[in-house]
């Protein structure tokens, strides 16, 4: 069965492709519109996947779409009726949105894509916990999908157990985690849907001196569940998430891209850990539902790998499986499979270990592209063996390489196909890599560390812990922290991807570094810069390379050098 | 546009909440509007006047 | 003289939406006051799912 997953229309629009329970492709559309976070319909994710395998869409048994549209719309209008008559601006801006495109996604995928067959339209919350349960390895397992909202659910029980997926409980809007952490996000003078993780980053040089304030923000029972005080936000009415009680109690919203002062940094400090007290509430009476210790978890707030670090110590979850597209791209992949399940009536056994799913191009074609750079050298490598030991040895250095190989990967993080890395310590790293990216220097780096040594630097649930998608941040144990000093956040610990042979070429390049270096770990960031979405082709990483102080460009078998 | 009309008159069919009638009525009425403006010679803000 | 109808239009179908607000979903507003209230547990604002199976719609859009 060939079957291809759609998400759109509200951020991070992508396609994914599976044949024969095997995902084939995945990419999200901003790769290819450059747009961050793209939510345009996903023409050119689409054709990608088709041509990755010479199909066309005529050979597609099925499309299956991330959410329902119209009871998405229901519950849009029903929101404007609740909050009538102050909700006029919005209701101007999305009639028009809803009726030009985002109402007809059956017309678009069948007269603008092409597609004649079967549609299935999968609930939203119902494509997260397909994508975290079905990808998983787990026969039966606790499900918990937890974000700003799809029709009108926010956050999800589930169980899944020898291949069926049962809804346990629900929680609707307007109540959610998702829109809460959002709303200070914006109140932090970040933008939404997009820099909640830079939230994430903050709280680690803050205290949480406002739980208390935030608790009059939410009512929460002891089974986690949680009623938000609608009277101090306003995300409802208007384009503003939070209302002037909300200022009247935390005070004046920081202005973007002003001075962060201490009081930011403890806000988010606080309102990270009211989050993690109610996930992990949450998490408790998911378990006392299903009794099993394996659990999966999907949607937005999936992604805050600062709370998911904390989940095998402060819950009786033993076994965590995050997929690394988490939020609305991973979507798309859920949706299908359940709808591979539905359209094949039998167990979808379709474990997700690896996403490098993207697009990838030749030696030549970078080649071809480097030619029009009279300003580069490079040099071209027959032999992988040679190609890893000098990319090593120069990041033994202290240099910084721009690393383009393989396939691209799918989800927000960078996997060791698109990434720009450096040696772990000393400090200065973090700064030099942060004035590349443009990003702010509260900003902390990821790692990227050889699976058979992950229990030396941190202390993790078990000895060969598996972490492959980077959405977890962990401790880092205390006579190591000088060995990774540059990815070592302010509160000891550092989100991290454990690389085993999976990995390919990335796995063997940090075996090498670490037989230089005996340091089995290395920096690891997307390749890209500030406001860009990860690199896609030659030419994008070139650019960024050529525009910024990378010392190395690895394109495939090519290494480059400025002259 | 034609497509929209569609889906709202199945929304309607589908919703069982009552109070869905009279928008999806209305938003008819401008999804109306703005086929008309797409397609028709006439300009749309006449269509009071005449 | 085309743009010129264009953006008339485009404002008096705007004029028109916020008659359908005012009118349309301040009816909606009336009906919906008159609506059950959901019931919830007093000690938990979880919504079980009373059958627990995913309802065989999936290729609805609603």
Same mark, same amino acid.
């Given at each position: 069965?060939?079957?291809?997953?759609?998400?759109s229309?509200?951020?991070?629009s992508?396609?994914?492709?599976?044949?024969?329970?095997?995902?084939?492709?995945?990419?999200?559309?901003?790769?290819?519109?450059r747009?961050?976070?793209?939510?345009q319909?996903p023409f050119k994710?689409?054709?990608?996947?088709l041509d990755?395998?010479?199909?066309? %869409?005529?050979?597609?048994d099925a499309v299956?779409?991330?959410?329902? &549209?119209l009871?998405k719309?229901?519950?849009l209008?029903?929101?404007?009726?609740e909050t009538y008559?102050?909700a006029?601006?919005?209701?101007?801006?999305?009639i028009p949105?809803w009726l030009?495109?985002?109402?007809n996604v059956e017309?678009?995928?069948?007269k603008?894509?092409?597609?004649?067959?079967?549609?299935?339209f999968?609930?939203h919350?119902?494509s997260?916990a397909?994508?975290?349960y079905?990808?998983?390895l787990?026969?039966?397992a606790?499900i918990l999908?937890?974000d700003?909202?799809g029709?009108?659910?926010?956050?999800?029980?589930w169980?899944?157990?020898g291949?069926?997926?049962?809804?346990l409980a629900?929680i609707?809007?307007p109540?959610?985690?998702?829109l809460l952490?959002s709303t200070f996000?914006a109140?932090l003078?970040?933008?939404?849907?997009e820099?909640e993780?830079?939230?994430m980053?903050?709280?680690?040089?803050g205290?949480?001196?406002y739980v208390e304030?935030?608790y009059?923000?939410?009512r929460?029972k002891?089974?986690g569940?949680?009623r938000l005080?609608?009277e101090?936000?306003?995300?409802?009415e208007?384009?503003?998430?939070?209302?002037?009680?909300?200022i009247?109690?935390?005070?004046?919203p920081?202005?973007p891209?002003?001075k962060?002062?201490?009081?930011?940094?403890?806000i988010a400090?606080?309102?990270?850990?009211v989050?993690?007290?109610?996930?992990?509430?949450?998490?408790?009476?998911?378990?006392?539902?299903t009794h099993t210790?394996?659990?999966c978890?999907?949607?937005?707030?999936a992604?805050n790998a600062?709370?998911?670090?904390?989940?095998?110590?402060?819950t009786?979850f033993?076994?965590?499986?995050i997929l690394?597209?988490?939020?609305?791209s991973?979507a798309?992949?859920?949706a299908?499979l359940y709808?591979?399940?539905?359209?094949q @009536?039998?167990?979808v056994n379709?474990?997700?270990?690896?996403?490098?799913?993207?697009?990838?191009?030749?030696?030549?074609?970078?080649?071809?592209?480097?030619?029009t750079?009279?300003?580069?050298?490079?040099r071209?490598y027959?032999?992988e063996?040679d190609?890893?030991q000098?990319v090593a040895?120069l990041?033994?250095?202290?240099k910084?390489?721009?690393?383009?190989w393989?396939?691209t990967?799918f989800?927000?993080r960078?996997?060791g196909?698109?990434?720009?890395?450096? @040696? &772990?310590?000393?400090r200065?790293m973090?700064d030099?890599?942060?004035k590349? @990216?443009?990003?702010e220097?509260?900003?902390?780096?990821?790692?990227?560390i050889?699976?058979e040594?992950?229990?030396?630097?941190?202390?993790?649930?078990e000895k060969?812990?598996?972490?492959?998608?980077m959405n977890v941040?962990?401790?880092?144990?205390?006579?190591?922290?000088n060995?990774?000093?540059? %990815?070592v956040?302010?509160d000891?610990t550092c989100?991290i991807?454990?690389?085993n042979?999976?990995?390919?070429?990335y796995?063997?390049?940090?075996?090498?570094y670490?037989?230089?270096t005996?340091v089995?770990?290395?920096?690891?960031?997307?390749f890209n810069?500030m406001?860009?979405?990860?690199?896609e082709?030659?030419?994008q990483a070139?650019?960024?390379?050529?525009?910024s102080?990378?010392? %190395?460009?690895v394109l495939?078998?090519?290494v480059?050098?400025?002259? | 546009?034609?497509?929209?009309l569609k889906?709202?008159?199945?929304?309607a069919?589908?919703s069982?909440?009552?109070?869905?009638?009279?928008?999806i009525?209305f938003i008819v009425?401008v999804?109306?509007?703005i086929?008309s403006?797409?397609i028709?010679?006439?300009p749309?803000?006449?269509y009071?006047i005449? | 003289?085309i743009a010129?109808f264009?953006r008339l239009?485009?404002w008096f179908i *705007?004029?028109?939406?916020?008659?359908?607000y005012?009118i349309?979903?301040?009816?909606?507003?009336?009906?919906?006051?008159f *609506?059950?209230?959901?019931?919830?547990?007093?000690?938990s604002?979880?919504?079980?799912?009373?059958?627990?199976?995913?309802p065989?719609?999936?290729? *609805?859009a609603y």
């Amino acid at each position: 069965m060939k079957i291809l997953g759609v998400s759109s229309f509200y951020h991070d629009s992508a396609a994914a492709l599976f044949i024969d329970g095997k995902l084939i492709s995945a990419i999200e559309e901003e790769r290819f519109s450059r747009v961050k976070h793209d939510n345009q319909f996903p023409f050119k994710a689409i054709q990608y996947c088709l041509d990755s395998v010479g199909l066309t %869409i005529d050979d597609i048994d099925a499309v299956a779409y991330y959410e329902k &549209p119209l009871r998405k719309f229901e519950r849009l209008l029903e929101t404007f009726v609740e909050t009538y008559p102050f909700a006029l601006k919005p209701f101007l801006q999305a009639i028009p949105d809803w009726l030009g495109q985002k109402i007809n996604v059956e017309d678009i995928i069948r007269k603008n894509v092409g597609f004649t067959k079967r549609i299935y339209f999968v609930s939203h919350h119902l494509s997260h916990a397909s994508a975290a349960y079905y990808s998983s390895l787990f026969k039966t397992a606790a499900i918990l999908t937890i974000d700003g909202v799809g029709e009108y659910q926010t956050t999800g029980l589930w169980k899944g157990d020898g291949g069926t997926l049962s809804p346990l409980a629900r929680i609707d809007f307007p109540h959610s985690i998702g829109l809460l952490y959002s709303t200070f996000t914006a109140y932090l003078g970040f933008k939404v849907n997009e820099d909640e993780y830079k939230v994430m980053g903050l709280s680690a040089y803050g205290s949480p001196e406002y739980v208390e304030d935030i608790y009059h923000l939410i009512r929460v029972k002891p089974d986690g569940s949680f009623r938000l005080n609608m009277e101090y936000f306003s995300f409802r009415e208007g384009f503003r998430m939070f209302n002037d009680k909300f200022i009247s109690l935390l005070g004046q919203p920081r202005i973007p891209g002003g001075k962060i002062e201490q009081r930011h940094k403890d806000i988010a400090a606080s309102i990270q850990k009211v989050v993690e007290e109610l996930l992990f509430a949450m998490l408790h009476h998911l378990f006392s539902l299903t009794h099993t210790t394996n659990l999966c978890m999907s949607g937005g707030v999936a992604l805050n790998a600062l709370a998911n670090g904390k989940i095998y110590t402060r819950t009786p979850f033993k076994h965590v499986h995050i997929l690394g597209a988490a939020g609305d791209s991973g979507a798309a992949l859920g949706a299908a499979l359940y709808g591979m399940r539905h359209g094949q @009536k039998k167990e979808v056994n379709a474990p997700i270990t690896s996403l490098y799913t993207g697009s990838s191009y030749s030696n030549e074609s970078a080649e071809s592209v480097l030619k029009t750079y009279p300003g580069l050298r490079y040099r071209i490598y027959d032999a992988e063996q040679d190609l890893i030991q000098e990319v090593a040895a120069l990041l033994s250095k202290g240099k910084i390489v721009g690393w383009f190989w393989g396939k691209t990967e799918f989800g927000p993080r960078a996997l060791g196909a698109r990434s720009i890395l450096s @040696k &772990p310590s000393p400090r200065i790293m973090k700064d030099n890599m942060n004035k590349i @990216k443009r990003r702010e220097e509260f900003r902390p780096f990821a790692g990227s560390i050889l699976q058979e040594h992950v229990h030396e630097y941190f202390y993790t649930p078990e000895k060969k812990y598996y972490s492959p998608f980077m959405n977890v941040c962990l401790v880092v144990r205390e006579k190591k922290r000088n060995e990774l000093a540059a %990815i070592v956040h302010a509160d000891n610990t550092c989100r991290i991807q454990t690389v085993n042979i999976d990995n390919g070429r990335y796995y063997r390049l940090i075996k090498e570094y670490y037989r230089l270096t005996g340091v089995p770990c290395i920096l690891n960031t997307s390749f890209n810069v500030m406001g860009e979405p990860i690199v896609e082709h030659p030419r994008q990483a070139i650019e960024d390379f050529v525009h910024s102080r990378m010392d %190395i460009l690895v394109l495939n078998n090519l290494v480059v050098t400025k002259r | 546009m034609f497509s929209s009309l569609k889906q709202l008159i199945s929304l309607a069919g589908k919703s069982k909440k009552m109070w869905m009638i009279p928008i999806i009525l209305f938003i008819v009425i401008v999804a109306l509007l703005i086929i008309s403006a797409q397609i028709s010679p006439l300009p749309v803000f006449l269509y009071p006047i005449l | 003289m085309i743009a010129l109808f264009k953006r008339l239009n485009a404002w008096f179908i *705007s004029f028109v939406l916020i008659g359908v607000y005012g009118i349309g979903v301040g009816l909606a507003r009336l009906i919906y006051m008159f *609506s059950a209230p959901k019931e919830t547990k007093k000690d938990s604002y979880w919504v079980y799912e009373t059958k627990r199976r995913i309802p065989d719609d999936v290729f *609805s859009a609603y």
